[in-house]
C-alpha cells in the first residue's frame, strides 16, 4: 500500500492508514487538539492523495482501532456483509467518491450496499468530498423507518421535540411540548433529556407524555434520554416507552466512559424489543457527536470524524428509528466556528445515511462557539437540502436546561415550506386535521397550543 | 407549452405461441392461419390503433382484436392495463415479432397524441398517415396505400376542429366517431389526397387549440 | 422526424410558440400595512402566563408567518448579546492584585486559545508556578480559588463575595483555609496542579459558568480531596448557578462548606463520596440550573422611559 505523495516536487510520506485518514480532514480544533491533523493545507491535499489511491479492501484490513483491543472493530468485521463488500472492496476512496456521485448509483443501490461497508470506508469517501458533494449523495439515501409513524420517505422532513426543564417540572415540560406540536414539530420524537436520571423520573415523564400523545390521538414516539440502564429499570416499572435511547461513542473504551457496551445494548435491545409500547419494527434511538471520543481519552489517534462513523457502525447493528448527531454541543474545543460545525453535520449526515441509518442533526452551537445565528439558520436549510430525516425543535430554539442554541419550533415550519418538504405522512394528516396545518401553509390553529387537550 | 409529445408508454408485451383454438377464436383469430399471438398493451388507444396497422405493413401478420378501455388510462383496471390491448397474430412467431417490432417502432418514433394547451390537460390526435395498412384500410372502408387523418380530442374541442377541418381540405369523412367513444373522446377518420389530410390535420389542431384558450365564445 | 410530428412542429410555431413572452401581470396596489406593536410591551398571552409559572422556555410568543415577531428577535437577540459579552470579556491582567489575591496564570496564551486548548488551562505556567511554591501558605485544610473560567463577568461580580463567605464558613469550622488567589484562563482541573503545589486537602475552584441565554454571571464551585495531577471528573463534586438569581453566594458558601466538611471527615470525593444527610441543596449532586424568570432586556428610548412603562 502506498503511503507517500508528492506535490510541487515536496514529498510527503505518512506511516499508517489512521494517519493519512487524519491528515486528510478537513480542519477541525478537535484533532488539533488530540496533535493529529495536517500541518498545512498542502499536506492535508497531500493525504487526501495517498487516500484517493487506497483500495476499500485496504481500509478493511486496517481499522482505525486494531481487533485486539476493540469490540466495536470486531463487530464490524465479524458482521460485514460480504456480498455487498464484494462490489466495490476493488474501488479505490477516489472511485469510489466518483461512484456515489453517478446519477447511476441510486437510493435503492446504496440502501443495499450499506452493510458492506465499514466505518473507515465511509469516513475515507467523506474526507475526499466538498459540502455540496455530501449533499448529492446524502441527498439521495433513502432510509425508511416505522414506529407509530412512518420516517424518512422522500420529500420529508421531520423534528424532534425538546421540551426540556432544568427541574424535570412535568407541566413546565407538558406546556412547551402543547406550544412545539401547535407549530407541527414532533413528528420523529418528543424526547426530554432529564434533568434526574432516575427510573421513576423516567417513567413519570415518560407516562404523562403517552397521555397527552394518547389524548390527542397523534402519531408519534416518546422517549426519555436518561440513560440506557436507567431506562431498563423504568421498563420494568411498567411505564410506556415507544423509543429506547443511548449516546454512543466510536471505541470500546469511549463506549466504556459512557457506562456501555454491545453487550449491555444487545440486552437493552432485547428487552425493548419485548417491551416496547411502539409498533415497531424500530424503537432504538441513538445519538453521537463528533469529538465524544477524544473527550474521554479514547480515541486511539484516529481523527474524530472516522470515530463518528465508527459510531454509526455501532447503531445500524440494532436497526434504529432514530439517530442523530448533536453537531455543535460539544463546544469550540473539537468544532471552533460555523464553519467547521456546518462541515460536520452535512458530513455526519453523510455518513450516517450512506451505512443506512435515519439520520437527522441537531445543529447546534454552545455560546463559548463562534458561530452566529444567521449561520445557524443556514445549516438547517442546508441539511433540509441534504435530505436530513429530522432536526431538533425547541421554544426560540434555547435549551433552557442545556443551555444551548438549537432550531426553534419556528424554523421547522418554515424550512419545511422553504424546501417543500412535509412531515410523516400520518402526522401530515393529524395536523391537517387539527386545522395546524393547512398543507404547507400554517393553518388556522397555527401556533395556537390551546388546540391540543 | 402547446403541441407538446405525449409519447404512449407501452405498458406490457408478451409473445403467445401455440395459443389454444379455444382463446384462438374468442379473440378473433383463425385456429387454420393463425399459431402464434402477440399481445401489447398500451396507455393510448388511437396511437396503438395506428402503430396495430403499421404492423400489417411490415410483417404477414393480422390484427385480430384491438379494443379500447372504459373511460380511459387514468381508470385502468391495473397498472399494466393502460386504455388498449390489441392483438396482431401471424403463422409463426417470427412474423409476430417481426409485426411486434414494427408496432413498437410506431409507439415509439411516430404515433402520439399532443397537449392543446400549455397546462397540458387537453389533448389532441391530429395523426395523418400517408399509406393504410390492412387493417385501419379495411376497418374504413379504404383501400390498402391510400392516405388518411385519423383526428381525435375531446367532445367539444373535436366537434368544433372537426367542422374546421372539412372546410379547410378538400376531404370527406370515412366514418366519424360522435363522443362518447370508450375512452369519452370523440374522433373521426378523414380520407383525400396526402397534402389535403395534412391540411386537415392543421387546421383540426389548430382548432382544438383555439378551443382550449376560449372555452367560451358568448358574454356571460 | 415521423410525418405527423413535423407537422405538429411547423403548426405549433404558427401558432405563436415561439413568439416573445407576453409581459408579466401588472402588480397589485400595496395594501394597508398591518402596524406592529414595538416598541409597546405586548401583552402577553394567557398560555404564556400560565406557561411561565412553570418553565422559562419561552412560549406564547406567537408568530408572523411562520417566523418571530419583532419584539420577540430584539430580545433573543438581546439574550444572545449577554451570553456573547460573557464569553468574550477577559478577566484583566492585574485584577487579582487589584484585589488583593495572589495572581495565578494558565499556560494559555491568548483567549481563543483558551477555548481551543482546554488541556493548557488546567496547568500553571512556570511564572505562576514558581509563585505559587514561594507566596502561598502549605499544608492547608482547604485551598480556595477563585478564577475567570467561561465568565470574566461572573468571576469579577459575584466571585469576590463568594471567595470571602466560602472563606469565613471554613474558618468558623476551624479549618485552616490557604492564600486567597485567582487564576486567569483557568479550567476546572487547574486545582489540581494548584492543590497539589500547596498539599491542601481539599481543594476548591471558583470560577465563571458557560453562559445560557441571556444569563452570563454564574459561578461554579468544584471541590476534589487531596487533588494531584491525575484527578478526574469522576473525583470531583460540583455546584452550579450560584449567583443572585439562583443561589446566592451567602447560601452556596455554606453549602459548599459543609460539602467540604464531608470530604474531610469521610477522607474521599466524587463518586465515593456519601452524601446521604447533608444540607446542600443543590450542591454535590448533577447540578442544574432552577428556573429563573426571563426578563424583558430591551425597551426603547431611556431608562426613565422604561421604568414609566413598567408602572404603566
Given amino acids: ?421 412535509r412531515p410523516t405522512p400520518e402526522f401530515d394528516a393529524w395536523l391537517n386535521e387539527m386545522g395546524i396545518m393547512d398543507g404547507l401553509k400554517p393553518g388556522e390553529r397555527f401556533g395556537d397550543p390551546s388546540v391540543l387537550k | 407549452m402547446i403541441l407538446d409529445r405525449i409519447v404512449p408508454r407501452i405498458l406490457s408485451v408478451r409473445r403467445l405461441p401455440g395459443a389454444d383454438p379455444a382463446l384462438l377464436t374468442a379473440y378473433g383469430a383463425d385456429p387454420a392461419r393463425h399459431f402464434a399471438l402477440g399481445l401489447v398493451t398500451v396507455d393510448q388507444d388511437d396511437s396503438t390503433y395506428v402503430a396495430l396497422d403499421e404492423a400489417t405493413k411490415h410483417a404477414p401478420v393480422d390484427v385480430v382484436f384491438a379494443k379500447s378501455f372504459y373511460a380511459g388510462s387514468s381508470h385502468a383496471s391495473g397498472a399494466l392495463s393502460g386504455e388498449i390491448l390489441g392483438v396482431i397474430a401471424g403463422a409463426d412467431m417470427a412474423d409476430v415479432d417481426a409485426g411486434l417490432q414494427a408496432l413498437i417502432r410506431c409507439l415509439e418514433h411516430d404515433a402520439c397524441f399532443y397537449t392543446a394547451n400549455d397546462a397540458g390537460t387537453i389533448t389532441v390526435f391530429p395523426h395523418v398517415i400517408a399509406s393504410l395498412g390492412r387493417y385501419l384500410s379495411a376497418q374504413a372502408g379504404l383501400q390498402v396505400g391510400d392516405p388518411m387523418a385519423y383526428l381525435v380530442a375531446p367532445p367539444m374541442e373535436h366537434t368544433i376542429g372537426l367542422d374546421a377541418a372539412l372546410k379547410a381540405a378538400s376531404v370527406r369523412a370515412a366514418k366519424i366517431f360522435p363522443p362518447p367513444t370508450e375512452t369519452n373522446f370523440a374522433a373521426a377518420w378523414l380520407s383525400g389526397d396526402l397534402p389535403e389530410c395534412q391540411a386537415a390535420a392543421e387546421a383540426y389542431a389548430a382548432a382544438v387549440v383555439d378551443v382550449g384558450r376560449k372555452a367560451w365564445d358568448i358574454d356571460r | 422526424m415521423s410525418f405527423t410530428r413535423a407537422l405538429m412542429e411547423n403548426l405549433r410555431v404558427k401558432l405563436g410558440a415561439m413568439d416573445p413572452l407576453p409581459p408579466p401581470p401588472p402588480l397589485p396596489e400595496v395594501p394597508f400595512p398591518p402596524s406592529r406593536v414595538f416598541p409597546t410591551p405586548r401583552r402577553r398571552s394567557a398560555y404564556a402566563e400560565a406557561a411561565a409559572r412553570h418553565t422559562t422556555a419561552l412560549v406564547g410568543i406567537g408568530h408572523v408567518g411562520t417566523r418571530y415577531a419583532t419584539d420577540v428577535v430584539l430580545q433573543f437577540q438581546a439574550e444572545l448579546a449577554v451570553a456573547h459579552a460573557a464569553v468574550g470579556t477577559e478577566l484583566p491582567e492585574d485584577w487579582a492584585e487589584k484585589n488583593g489575591l495572589l495572581p495565578l496564570h494558565s499556560r494559555v496564551t491568548s483567549h481563543r486559545q483558551f477555548l481551543l486548548r482546554p488541556d493548557l488551562g488546567r496547568r500553571l505556567d512556570e511564572a505562576s508556578l514558581a509563585r505559587l511554591n514561594e507566596k502561598a501558605r502549605k499544608g492547608v485544610d482547604i485551598q480556595p480559588i477563585l478564577a475567570d473560567g467561561l465568565s470574566a463577568v461572573a468571576c469579577m461580580g459575584a466571585g469576590l463575595a463568594l471567595l470571602a463567605h466560602f472563606t469565613r464558613e471554613c474558618e468558623a469550622r476551624g479549618w485552616s483555609v490557604g492564600t486567597p488567589m485567582c487564576a486567569r484562563y483557568a479550567r476546572v482541573w487547574l486545582e489540581d496542579e494548584v492543590g497539589q503545589t500547596v498539599n491542601a486537602k481539599v481543594a476548591a475552584i471558583l470560577l465563571g459558568e458557560r453562559p445560557g441565554l441571556g444569563t452570563g454571571d454564574g459561578l461554579s464551585a468544584y471541590l476534589v480531596y487531596r487533588p494531584r495531577i491525575g484527578c478526574s471528573d469522576g473525583d470531583r463534586n460540583m455546584m452550579s448557578n450560584i449567583h443572585a438569581r439562583g443561589a446566592p453566594p451567602e447560601q452556596a458558601a455554606r453549602r459548599l462548606a459543609v460539602l467540604a466538611g464531608a470530604m474531610l471527615d469521610q477522607k474521599t470525593s466524587g463518586v465515593p463520596l456519601n452524601l446521604a444527610g447533608l444540607d446542600l441543596g443543590d450542591a454535590g449532586g448533577g447540578g442544574y440550573r432552577a428556573p429563573e424568570p426571563r426578563v424583558r432586556l430591551v425597551y426603547a428610548g431611556d431608562a426613565q422611559d422604561k421604568n414609566t412603562k413598567e408602572r404603566a
Fill in chain 1, 1 to 421: 500500500m502506498n503511503l507517500s505523495a508528492s506535490i510541487r516536487g515536496v514529498g510527503y510520506r505518512f506511516t499508517s492508514v489512521t494517519e493519512v485518514l487524519a491528515k486528510a480532514n478537513p480542519p477541525k480544533s478537535g484533532d488539533d487538539l488530540a496533535g493529529i491533523s495536517a500541518r498545512d493545507a498542502v499536506e492535508r491535499v497531500a493525504a487526501r492523495a495517498v487516500l484517493a489511491d487506497i483500495t476499500l479492501a485496504e481500509l478493511r484490513a486496517h481499522p482505525v482501532v486494531p481487533h485486539e483491543i476493540d469490540e466495536l472493530s470486531r463487530m464490524v468485521e465479524s458482521t460485514l456483509d460480504e456480498g455487498a463488500y464484494s462490489a466495490v472492496k476493488h474501488l479505490s476512496v477516489g472511485q469510489f467518491r466518483e461512484w456515489l456521485l453517478e446519477p447511476s448509483t441510486t437510493g435503492p443501490t446504496l440502501r443495499a450496499l450499506a452493510p458492506g461497508l465499514t466505518p473507515e470506508m465511509v469516513a475515507a469517501a467523506c474526507k475526499l468530498m466538498s459540502n455540496l458533494d455530501l449533499m448529492t449523495v446524502g441527498a439521495k439515501c433513502e432510509v425508511v423507518v416505522r414506529a407509530n409513524n412512518t420516517l424518512g420517505l422522500p420529500g420529508r422532513l421531520s423534528s424532534r421535540l425538546q421540551p426540556n426543564h432544568p427541574t424535570d417540572d412535568i407541566d413546565g415540560i407538558l406546556y412547551t411540548t402543547r406550544e412545539g406540536l401547535s407549530y407541527g414539530c414532533g413528528d420523529a420524537v418528543i424526547g426530554v433529556n432529564p434533568a434526574t436520571d432516575t427510573p421513576e423520573s423516567t417513567a413519570q415523564i415518560l407516562t404523562r407524555l403517552h397521555d397527552v400523545r394518547v389524548r390527542n390521538n397523534i402519531p408519534t414516539q416518546h422517549c426519555v434520554l436518561s440513560h440506557v440502564t436507567v431506562q431498563m429499570k423504568a421498563l420494568d416499572l411498567g411505564c410506556p416507552m415507544d423509543l429506547m435511547f443511548q449516546s454512543l461513542s466510536g471505541s470500546q473504551k469511549g463506549n466504556k466512559a459512557f457506562g456501555i457496551s454491545i453487550a449491555l445494548i444487545d440486552e437493552a435491545h432485547a428487552k425493548m424489543k419485548a417491551m416496547t409500547s411502539n409498533r415497531g419494527p424500530n424503537f432504538m434511538y441513538f445519538e453521537t457527536g463528533q469529538g465524544s471520543a477524544l473527550s474521554s481519552d479514547a480515541h486511539h489517534g484516529a481523527d474524530q470524524v472516522t470515530l463518528e462513523a465508527r459510531c454509526y457502525g455501532f447503531a445500524r447493528r440494532y436497526k434504529p428509528f432514530l439517530v442523530n448527531t448533536v453537531v455543535g454541543f460539544i463546544g469550540p474545543e473539537y468544532l471552533e466556528d460555523g464553519p467547521q460545525i456546518t462541515r460536520a453535520g452535512l458530513e455526519d449526515h453523510f455518513m450516517g445515511k450512506l451505512m443506512g441509518l435515519p439520520m437527522g442533526c441537531d445543529a447546534c452551537f454552545t455560546y463559548h462557539a463562534r458561530m452566529s445565528q444567521d449561520e445557524l439558520e443556514c445549516l438547517k436549510v442546508l441539511l433540509g437540502a441534504a435530505g436530513c430525516t429530522y432536526l431538533m425543535s425547541l421554544p426560540v430554539g434555547d435549551d433552557i436546561m442545556l443551555n444551548y442554541q438549537s432550531t426553534s419550533f419556528h424554523d421547522i415550519p418554515s424550512v419545511r415550506r422553504l424546501l417543500g418538504k
